[in-house]
């Protein structure tokens, strides 16, 4: 009712100048409609100029409105049809292209490509919808004019912003165990230190609470979280252990041996690991059966990143190669040529697109990994030894004591960082924070957490990786996980090849077969005649008998052909006799049919 | 028979084939015209018969005297030897046989129609068409066609059958399609929808059938009264229509009001009905059973009907009290006072006024109406019935509104427990129900409450007006429509146009880059000398170790990566003008891309010491540190060896000494190891082969094709349209809760427990208007797609 009165009394006061007040004598006979002037815009010109420019825009309103449902207070919908969505937002949640229409289809075929285009577009858009609903945006630190943003310094930064946000900039000093190597679990809650001399540490890092602090009294190599913060994995001096989120051991897998580096793929729950001796092993967490332990056979192998679009690890060798590697092959799926001299560190972005690789010849490249090709190429003065990606794209590089932070390294060249850093000593593991603008510096002289604005994602999906969530929401979030598992088996370069329809030949698929079961299915047992006593097994008579049944076989194969061919034969007869039957219908002789 | 003819007429011929054959000859021609007249007797039978007839021709011709001579011949042959007797008691029993051949005169003529018409004439029973048609017959010469065969008839009637049943069944045919195209089918198909049907359907699917009606929507029509949605008239609307600024504040001021006294009297009972005492209750209620039996005394005076109305609901109610003992001894509270009654005063005081209200309720209202009406009951005979009973079924079945008449009242209304209530209560049982209960409870309100339903009607009046007045702007927009209509479809066709572009212009780009390439190849061949000049860059050390330790055949290789890296600007922007437009990375663009040299503020004060922290692999390190050396050539050593493992090897199966001589220093001919050499055809292009520095593995990943789908599924016709309707993802990770429940929409609902008919005829001519109705919006629904 309200609303009847506004629409009633809302032109009265949109007008600009005092008008009697319309009654409907007066509506009847020309202002019939306020609402429809838009459309015969031609008899508003005796009215006013101001309302000419009002009537204007209403026409456009109109136009765009289209089908605009009327609503009871007659008041016309200033926003009709369904809200927009804007394109690029559309294009972020685009899974396909629309499929092309083919002129003469069958009808079940059109049907269900109308109906799969129909649903895509809907998904797409409710998706593009619902992306509201992560308003948070990430932002960047702008110096001042002619102010490089690489000198203002973390104490600047610290000063400057709020308490929560200071409090992440802070330095652990722990000298005595040596250089660290850290890890951020998947949420960025927590964090593992791994001293190099035996020292391992869980804490819950914005707290600041320890979970767990240990000491193995063994050298480490690595550390990496697990699937979630419950389970560490620790690459000590011979074997692999697994300990709990307390500091108990849980395993020790005598199977890995030599372990230097860790990857955790998390979907498809695998620890992947690479040792001293060039072995590539992939340890199932969720079975605890080793998947696949491949011999990489290129030496020691302490280069080591994972791409996270589809699973694939890539790894650095000392002749300037990156290789890639994938569970189901036993030899790497791409061996790429990008250093003159060793590979130091390797590093992929969260969308699988890019590569960064760093080598002794203290070059900086970027390559385009779905396309294998060179993008950037940097010389950094003093070579990077070690590389993260954050989520947002923005790359560390750590050259001796000196942490830099580079931004958009493969779309506009760089000369220079946006953020560096110096640390007490060599850093020697560098992680950026999931969902926080924080990156984690391992060095010699403990760890150090710095501010980087921009750094992290600051939209987190609440069922994937949920950074608030609680120990009931992190129990549930396991068991769906496991659930959704995904195989090892389907782990490809091109993670929509599954989606592909297979190819392959027969004879291809056969093959497969054979190599699957480990023997032929379809093969014929050999013919080896039983030795027979008094004689009868003399080389004659057992070459007779072969003979023999070669000859019953051959014949075999003769009369099935035969008949084959007969069948065919007759079948080809029954045909062309339909075929005449159909083609002429009425011949002189069908009379005779009876 | 034929047969026992047959036996008798040989016997005949062998015995008279001496005496009679003068007249055999004499018949002849006649027998020829027999033969002729049945024509479709076998020709045994007919030679039979035509002997046969010979001899009734005889007898025919002979007549007594023929039979006498037989008998006569008879009684000779009987005189005869034993062999003759025997015959003779044969020819009896052939005298017995003739009785059935017996043939009336005139047998073998034609009949003519002639000889017909002649008696037609005669009788006066014939009418006079079949006279008409019977002598144009006689006129006609036509002969009439043989039957057909039996097959062909039947395979005629075959035929006819068929058609109509298929006709029969083609008419099932589009529901059944459009069932089997239906995206959802919920069984049992007639189903209506749940919920209420919208009024407007209701409305037009009713007509005006009795005269009564049509009367009635005539006047109705006639004063432009509202027939649809009777609330307003055109007059009204008219007015309603028209309404200026002050008019809308009155309005919304009375309207604020009316919201404000509704709220306070929404308030009031809410109030009301909470209080707790039971005294209070007590003397309201008696205070509204007075006013009611007032009100009944004066209704049963001037309104009889709703009287007795009123009364039947007592009655009811009564009936209720009766069969329920709610205030008898035997509820919860009645009990726990009977155990109180022994020490309590006031408990058995309680008691005591719940059996008074017991008697109360139970007890018979005796009215001046109710004797009346018992009175005419019992006088039905004699006298005239008031109007009012003859109404509807009255009295007991008022629980019934169906039996009432009065469509009015919300048959909810005349629960049980309300009963109770309304023997008490007010008399505004009559009324609209919406208003009912407020009268119920409140009497002395009534200003309150008459603005309240003036504000409801208003309301209500409104509505209506909007209802009518919206459809109205309808008609001017299906224009808007159009104009999307004309202008979308442009849209998609130039993305169509710009698609099968882009994989052309790939095409024509890798063509160009390898042509490119090779043209590089060739060129650098040739200047290899200005390589070393144009090293300049910081890996010049390293080029030069690589050109230390290069073999032959090693250059020609090398002589292809390196310009790629170094000498590529040169042949670049030839090729930069037959080039179209760029899209993705280029080689040639990136490679010649000069390493930039970052400046960092701060410089490093400490080496890169883990490396003397090392000190477990130093043979590790020096290799490292010397590795750079033999990098690349390693590499393209690695690539060209994968390259020929990946070639076909030809196969040679020549052996030699067949088929000619065999020895130690004879070679087999020519032209045998040509004829046994099997080559095979050359696998395609390697992917990275023209990714200089990559090596790709060609090894099918067999682990994957175990998921994959092996072959294409029914409708779809190529890989791509099967592809591209797998592609978007269907889960809950991926999707909004509505899209995932349209996608996994089950193809059939079954109601449980439904019992699933099938169709039947009226449903298909059902179906058929909607389907053509469906059709049409469903063309319409693409349309505006487009």
Known sequence: ?594 | MAKVSKKKVSRKSVRKSSTVTEKIAEVKPDVVYDDGDDEFLSKEDGNISSEEEEEEEEEDGGGKDERKRQKLLEAISALGGKRQKKLGERSEAAVLMSEFTVNAEGEGDKIDLSDLIGSMEKTSAVPAKTKKQLKNLQHSNKTIECPLSKQESERIQRDVAFRKASTEVTRWKDIIKQNQRAEQLVFPLDKEPTGPRPMERMVTGWKAQTPLEQEIFALLSANKQPINDPILTPAEEASMRAMSLEEAKIRRAELQKARALQSYYEAKTRRERKIKSKKYHKVQNKAKRKEFLKKFEEMVKTDPAAALEELSKIELARMQERMSLKHQNSGKWAKSKVIMAKYDEGARKAMQQQLEVNKELTQKLVTALNKEEEEEEEAVDEEVLPDFVNDAEQGLHCSNPWMRGKLSEDPAEKELSENMDLITEGPGAVGNPAEEEEEEEEVVETEEETLLREFDSRRKRRQAHEAVTAPVPEEEEPQVPDQEEEEEPQVPDQEEEEEPQVPDQEEEELSEFTSLFQGIADSSREAEMPEGAADTNPSAQLEEGLVRVRTLEDMELLSQPAPATEQLPSVAPQADTTRKRKRGIELKEVLTKETKVIKVPLAPTMEDTEDSEDKLDQRGLIKEAFAGDDVVADFLKDKRKQEDAAKPQVVDLTLPGWGEWGGTNLKPSRNKRRRFRIKTAPPPPRRDQCLPSIIMSEKRNSSISLHQVNSLPFPFQNHAQFESTIRAPLGRTWNTEQTVRKISKPKVVTQLGAIIEPMSREELLKDKKQVSAGSTSHVDSWKRKR
Not at chain 1, 175 to 180: D, E, L
Not at chain 1, 324 to 333: C, I, M, R, T, V
Not at chain 1, 436 to 463: C, K, Q, R, W, Y
């Open chain 1, 1 to 594: 009712m309200a609303a009847t009165s506004e629409a009633v009394v809302n032109p009265a006061h949109v007008e600009t100048t005092k008008k009697p007040p319309a009654r409907y004598w007066d509506e009847l006979q020309d202002g019939k409609d306020d609402n429809k002037v838009g459309k015969d815009g031609e008899q508003t010109g005796e009215t006013l100029p101001q309302k000419h420019v009002e009537k204007a825009k209403k026409r456009k309103n109109d136009e765009d409105r289209g089908d605009a449902k009327k609503f009871i207070s007659g008041k016309p919908d200033p926003f009709p049809g369904p809200a927009h969505i804007s394109k690029d937002r559309m294009q972020k949640f685009k899974r396909r292209d629309k499929t092309k229409k083919i002129p003469r289809q069958h009808y079940k075929l059109k049907d269900m490509m109308a109906r799969s285009d129909e649903v895509s577009e809907m998904a797409q858009k409710q998706a593009a919808r619902i992306d509201l609903l992560l308003p948070e945006d990430a932002g960047f630190l702008e110096g001042d004019e002619d102010e490089d943003t690489c000198t203002i310094s973390q104490e600047d930064i610290s000063d400057a912003v709020d308490i929560t946000s200071a409090s992440k900039y802070f330095d652990l000093k722990l000298s005595q165990f040596g250089p660290y190597r850290l890890d951020y679990s998947r949420t960025g809650r927590h964090l593992l230190l791994g001293g190099r001399r035996g020292h391992i540490a869980c804490i819950d890092w914005q707290t600041k609470r320890l979970m767990c602090e240990i000491n193995v009294m063994e050298s480490i190599n690595d550390v990496k979280w697990l699937h979630s913060e419950a389970m560490y994995a620790v690459a000590q001096k011979k074997w692999l252990y697994i300990y709990d989120s307390n500091g108990i051991e849980l395993h020790c897998i005598r199977k890995f041996n030599d372990v230097l580096r860790m990857q955790f793929l998390p979907y498809h729950f695998l620890l992947a690991t690479v040792s001293a001796t060039s072995f590539l092993q992939y340890l199932d967490v969720s079975v605890g059966k080793e998947v696949a332990a491949i011999n990489t056979k290129t030496g020691r192998l302490d280069v080591m990143c994972q791409n996270p679009q589809n699973a694939i690890v890539h790894l650095g060798h000392s002749n300037g190669t990156v290789t890639l590697w994938s569970p189901n092959q036993k030899e790497a799926l791409v061996k790429m040529l990008c250093h003159q001299g060793a590979v130091r560190s390797v590093a992929v972005d969260k969308t699988g697109t890019y590569m960064v690789t760093s080598g002794m010849d203290k070059k900086l490249k970027v390559y385009d990994i779905r396309a294998f090709k060179p993008l950037k190429s940097y010389f950094l003065p003093a070579g990077a030894s070690c590389l993260s990606l954050s989520q947002r794209g923005l790359l560390s590089a750590a050259t001796g004591d000196i942490v830099q932070v580079y931004r958009d390294v493969w779309s506009t060249p760089v000369t220079k960082p946006y953020m560096a850093h110096r640390v007490q000593r060599t850093v020697w593991g560098m992680h950026f924070c999931p969902f926080e603008d924080v990156l984690g510096v391992g060095h010699g002289e403990g760890f150090t957490s710095m501010l980087i604005p921009g750094a992290g994602e600051p939209n987190f999906d609440g069922l994937d990786s949920n950074p608030y969530r609680s120990a009931k929401q992190r129990q549930e979030w396991e068991v769906k996980a496991l659930l959704e598992k995904i195989h090892p088996e389907l782990i490809t370069l091109d993670p929509t090849e599954l989606g592909q329809v297979d190819q392959a030949t027969s004879q291809q698929k056969h093959q497969d077969r054979v190599q699957a079961l480990g023997f032929d299915p379809l093969a014929k047992e050999k013919f080896i005649p039983r030795y027979k006593k008094k004689g009868r097994s003399s080389a004659g008579s057992i070459e007779r008998r072969k003979r023999q049944v070669a000859n019953e076989d051959l014949r075999e194969t003769v009369q099935q052909s035969s008949e084959d061919k007969m069948k065919i034969e007759k079948e080809r007869k029954e045909r062309e006799k339909k075929e005449v039957l159909l083609s002429s219908k009425k011949s002189a002789l069908d009379r005779f049919k009876k």
